[in-house]
Every structure is written in C-alpha cells, then in structure tokens.
C-alpha cells in the first residue's frame, strides 16, 4: 500500500517492471483464403508470436494457467455473394455468450466487410479457446485481416 505524499520516485528510460506477460500471449493469424462450409474452429496457421505458457494446434490455443485473459480476434470475408461469416469464441467446447462476430456481405459490396471483437475471459489452467463457426474468411500471408490473439491480463485467484 502506497499512502498518498509517500511515493516520490521517477521512473526513467532504465525502468524495467519485470512484466511476465509475453509468455502468457498469442498473436497468429490466418495465411490463406477459406471457405468453412461446416462448423469448425478457423485454423490460424501462422503465428506472430507464441507464449511458452500457450501452445496452439489447429487454431485451437491451450492456456496452461489460470487466470483472466484479454482475447481478440478479427474475421474478414472473402465473398461478395451473401456467404455469411458466423463465428464465436469457444472456450473448451462451448460459445462464450456476447462473442458473435457476425457479417453478412451484399452481393456486389465490398469485398472485406469484417467483424471484430475483444473479451475478458476467466480461464482454468488447460482451458482451450478457439474461433469457431462457418464462412469464407480472407487469410494471407503479407496482409492477413483474419487474426486470434490473447494475453493473461491477471492471475485467477
């Protein structure tokens, strides 16, 4: 506890926090165009950036501790022909409610309508989160707009 008129410091270009976030993150994203005509997880093959803490197979990511997570991801369409993009963050095998990212494009709109969204998630040690649903995404590997990612903003106490 710090008492008001009790710190009086200065933090300078030498100030470290020693933060541990960086190994509690993820940043991948999808390399190509694709057409999810079932639903399924999106499989974010390439990765900016992969956490110790995580692990990922098939754009599934595994959490191995506990505690809350600040998520993120972003799905563009690639179709101009009304294919919807309906997709929601999945924690284990369940929809998490208020995740829908959802876009319907108008047959000769733009041809990258996209949705996105950010959530706080309270997650267990092995909890699995993941991108799931149906649609015909655009991925590449210069300019992806299709991306998952997440850090552990706080232990779970």
Not at 75 to 90: E, H, K, P, Q
Request: contains cysteine; glycine residues 10%; negative net charge.
């Amino acid at each position: 506890t710090v008492t008001a008129g009790t710190f009086n410091s200065t933090i300078g270009s030498s100030a470290s926090l020693n933060h541990d976030a960086e190994k509690y993150a993820w940043h991948r994203f999808a390399s190509s165009v694709t057409d999810v005509s079932s639903n399924a997880s999106i499989d974010f093959d390439s990765v900016i950036y992969q956490g110790s803490r995580t692990t990922e197979s098939a754009g599934i990511v595994t959490v191995l501790d506990a505690g809350l997570y600040w998520v993120s991801a972003s799905v563009s369409a690639n179709d101009t022909g009304g294919t919807d993009i309906d997709f929601n963050l999945r924690v284990n095998s369940t929809n998490v409610n208020g995740t829908r990212l959802y876009v319907n494009p108008v047959s000769g709109a733009v041809l990258y309508p996209n949705c996105a969204g950010s959530w706080a998630v309270k997650l267990s040690a092995n909890d699995t989160v993941h991108i799931y649903g149906t649609g015909k995404y655009y991925g590449s590997a210069n300019d992806s707009m299709t991306f998952f990612s997440g850090v552990r903003i706080g232990a779970k106490s």
